[in-house]
């Protein structure tokens, strides 16, 4: 494809940044982007063996460009960028990103929008503006011998309240955690888990915690057969308990490893007649609370008393919500915790870096100042 010979045009690329807003990324293959496919030819240009940039990277490097904070948020939204938004419609996107400002969709689409999307079309015009000038692209050769990998731990210190607070992530598998007291688990209102074969957290965990023989076959399904003498301590086997319900089981297999207690937080509710079911946030944070009740009660009677806990992002994989308001669901109850000074030490785990990124941003405020290390 032959270079540009003059430099995009603001309003052109604005213009298409919005197309691309209205249909999002699943459809840029079917849209006319020729301002932003002349700048993703123009910076794919110049390396070798190389394959040309698509739209959908040149976007998502304009929107890495653009400082992070709300304003990177609002644009991932915007644009179906974030993890859990590609295919969703335009409207939803739109009130995803209008909760990152805290606005109403409205006061968003007249305003907020066409800022956080012309700021992006501004990060477009200087990734064209730097390709044509020849901006020396690294060569491999200049590489580490051993790129660094992303840290697997990372601890976060938001501001809540006018007072620091200490968060840590953990980047991981959940059964790769260690001496956590309380690991949450979510669970469907039944409190029937997942088949230990399945690779979501819930599953993972009763995988985890269930005793086998040295030839690898079952001996104990703890955290099954606990679960299911609790539903039946409450006279509830086969009966729906209210969202926002949480179960207490040991850790299993999980104690060797330092894991103290599993609580079951009933978040899903099954649709009639399918395979799926729905997560609303609210009962997300009905369950975070009462997670914290729970973890009140039970913490003088094991000594030493519990005091950390674990949260996975709630109803984030199947259960239909973006991790961003996985994770602000979540948060409303963990911050009302720590405003009141509770003692808990809080733990997130999340599976990918990228997720653990969101995390930090959506946890670094005014004042506050994530930082990432080992643990």
């Not at 995009?8 to 919005?18: G, T, Y």
């Not at 620091?164 to 959940?174: E, P």
């Not at 946030?281 to 030493?304: K, M, Q």
Request: aromatic share 4%; net charge positive; charged share 20%.
């Amino acid at each position: 494809m032959a270079h540009p010979l003059h430099p995009p045009d603001h309003a052109a690329v604005l213009a298409e940044v919005r197309t691309t807003r209205r249909a999002g990324v699943v459809g840029l293959r079917g849209l006319a982007t020729p301002e932003l496919s002349r700048v993703a030819a123009l910076k794919s240009s110049g390396a070798a063996g190389s394959r040309p940039l698509t739209v959908e990277e040149l976007l998502r490097a304009a929107v890495a460009r653009t400082g992070g904070g709300t304003l990177r948020d609002a644009a991932e939204l915007s644009l179906g960028l974030a993890d859990g938004t590609r295919d969703r419609p335009a409207a939803d996107r739109r009130r995803l990103a209008a909760r990152v400002y805290g606005v109403s969709v409205e006061r968003f689409r007249k305003h907020h929008e066409l800022m956080v999307l012309g700021q992006v079309a501004e990060q477009v015009l200087l990734i064209a503006a730097e390709a044509a000038a020849g901006e020396r692209r690294p060569d491999p050769a200049d590489a580490p011998a051993h790129p660094a990998l992303p840290a697997a731990h990372r601890v976060l210190t938001p501001l809540v309240h006018g007072r620091r607070a200490t968060v840590t992530v953990h980047v991981h598998s959940v059964d790769l955690l260690r001496d956590i007291d309380v690991v949450v688990s979510p669970s469907n209102v039944y409190f029937a888990l997942p088949a230990p074969y399945k690779s979501s957290v819930a599953a993972t965990l009763r995988r985890a915690g269930a005793r086998k023989d040295p030839t690898g076959a079952l001996v104990e399904d703890h955290l099954h057969d606990e679960l299911r003498e609790w539903a039946v301590r409450n006279g509830m086997p086969g009966r729906a308990a209210l969202p926002g319900t949480v179960a207490a089981t040991s850790a299993g297999a999980l104690g060797d490893q330092g894991v103290r207690r599993v609580y079951h937080a009933a978040t899903a509710v099954p649709r009639p007649d399918s395979n799926d079911y729905d997560v609303r946030p609210v009962d997300v944070t009905r369950s975070v609370t009462a997670v914290f009740a729970l973890l009140a009660r039970e913490s003088p009677a094991h000594t030493p008393p519990l005091r950390s806990l674990c949260l996975p992002l709630l109803g984030a994989g199947r259960g239909g919500l973006t991790p961003v308001e996985s994770f602000g669901a979540l948060w409303t109850a963990v911050e009302a915790e720590l405003a009141r000074g509770a003692p808990w030490d809080i733990h997130l785990v999340v599976r990918r870096p990228a997720r653990a990124d969101l995390v930090a941003r959506l946890l670094a405020g005014p004042g506050t100042a994530p930082a990432a290390g080992g643990v």
